[in-house]
């Protein structure tokens, strides 16, 4: 399988780094869409996650950040705050979305691109 952007094991690490920031901050509910083999993906994956307060949406936010930069050498292109209900970052090939439940619940993207392969990760208690 090729990925549409250059580099696919880096890519990967990518989303595991963002996976990792988002655990140690206790983020559930985590999913990772594999948009690869869509034609009009915006990004090769999506990881979506959710924290029950907008401050744990920011602790999780500075985690993936953290991690990132540590392990790769890599920050976001773009980051959205909106209203501490909803933050995204945009890694160019991987979309990140923290979410609370209610967020999440409402704008339901996982069923927006649901013709993905979606992994659902198992929370960590």
């Known amino acids: ?4 952007h250059e580099n696919n094991s880096k890519t990967r690490e990518l ?8 655990q140690e901050k206790k983020g559930r509910a985590i999913s990772v869409l594999d948009m690869r083999e869509l034609d009009d993906a915006i990004c090769d994956y999506m990881v979506i996650a959710e924290a029950n307060t907008p401050i744990q949406l920011e602790a999780m936010e500075e985690s993936v950040a953290e991690t990132t930069k540590e392990r790769l050498d890599e920050k976001p292109q ?3 705050k909106g209203d501490g209900r909803w933050i995204a ?12 439940p209610e967020m999440r619940d409402y704008y339901k993207i996982e069923q927006l691109w649901s ?10 208690n």
């Open 115 to 124: 013709d993905a392969d979606i992994e659902h990760l198992q929370d960590i």
């Open 1 to 4: 399988m090729i990925l549409k």
């Open 15 to 22: 989303v595991d780094s963002v996976v990792e920031g988002i």
């Open 78 to 80: 773009y980051r959205h």
């Open 89 to 100: 970052l945009d890694y160019i090939t991987v979309m990140i979305h923290l979410m609370t």
